[in-house]
T-cell receptor, first 115, second 116 residues
Framework: GAVVSQHPSWVICKSGTSVKIECRSL??????MFWYRQFPKQSLMLMAT?????????EQGVEKDKFLINHASLTLSTLTVTSAHPEDSSFYIC???????????FGQGTRLTVV | AQTVTQSQPEMSVQEAETVTLSCTYD???????LFWYKQPPSRQMILVIR??????QNATENRFSVNFQKAAKSFSLKISDSQLGDAAMYFC?????????????FGQGTRLTINP
């Protein structure tokens, strides 16, 4: 299957700072990328969908000014958690999909801890 | 809106035995995809198997097979000859085939334990 690389795998940051998470499709062009949040022992919660060159579409209840998503190229999307607070601590997962009926492939996830 | 329900929060099976994980979904659409994903302790999501709704034949991938009952909106996963490496969270997911529809709708997950 195709490879999606997410970086960093884990990050610890101080409350009030911003953190950027990168998601790269290594061997295919990702026309669409998805960002999920996963709480312990729970399912994946979709935060937003982004298409290359377009503004991201956020799910209801997700603060777009807090979770900034950029999908500037067909191989890279970034999620920036701005002014992070301890309640933003979570596991964040990206997924990338090519065009047509292509599968969505997942990154390995990023564990964010805000202290 | 579509929903996916996994009614078994946890399941366990003896190594080498067979286990079936249940999934039901609700949709008014006639054409869609269904998936089973595995999330091991590493938390990397791995596609296990995929079914296209227009295909009557149940999908199989080695020891993994599905029982797709379209009229009943049921999509169960059967794991044969269970191995220790099968221990993981398993998520059932739905995706529409309507043009422009892109997102996966996940179930709540089933934690599968393999007993040696």
């Amino acid at each position: 299957g195709a490879v999606v690389s997410q970086h960093p795998s884990w990050v610890i940051c101080k409350s009030g700072t911003s953190v950027k998470i990168e998601c790269r499709s290594l061997d295919f062009q990702a026309t669409t990328m998805f960002w999920y949040r996963q709480f312990p022992k729970q399912s994946l919660m979709l935060m937003a969908t982004s298409n290359e060159g377009s503004k991201a579409t956020y799910e209801q209840g997700v603060e777009k000014d807090k979770f900034l998503i950029n999908h500037a190229s067909l191989t890279l999307s970034t999620l920036t958690v701005t002014s992070a607070h301890p309640e933003d601590s979570s596991f964040y997962i990206c997924s990338a999909r090519g065009g047509g009926s292509g599968e969505a492939f997942f990154g390995q996830g990023t564990r964010l801890t805000v202290v | 809106a579509q929903t996916v329900t996994q009614s078994q929060p946890e399941m366990s099976v003896q190594e080498a035995e067979t286990v079936t994980l249940s999934c039901t979904y609700d949709t008014s659409e006639s054409d869609y995809y269904l998936f089973w994903y595995k999330q091991p302790p590493s938390r990397q999501m791995i596609l296990v198997i995929r079914q296209e709704a227009y295909k009557q034949q149940n999908a199989t991938e080695n020891r993994f097979s599905v029982n797709f009952q379209k009229a009943a909106k049921s999509f169960s996963l059967k794991i044969s000859d269970s191995q220790l490496g099968d221990a993981a969270m398993y998520f059932c997911a739905y995706r529409s085939r309507i043009q422009g529809a892109q997102k996966l709708v996940f179930g709540q997950g089933t934690r599968l334990t393999i007993n040696p």
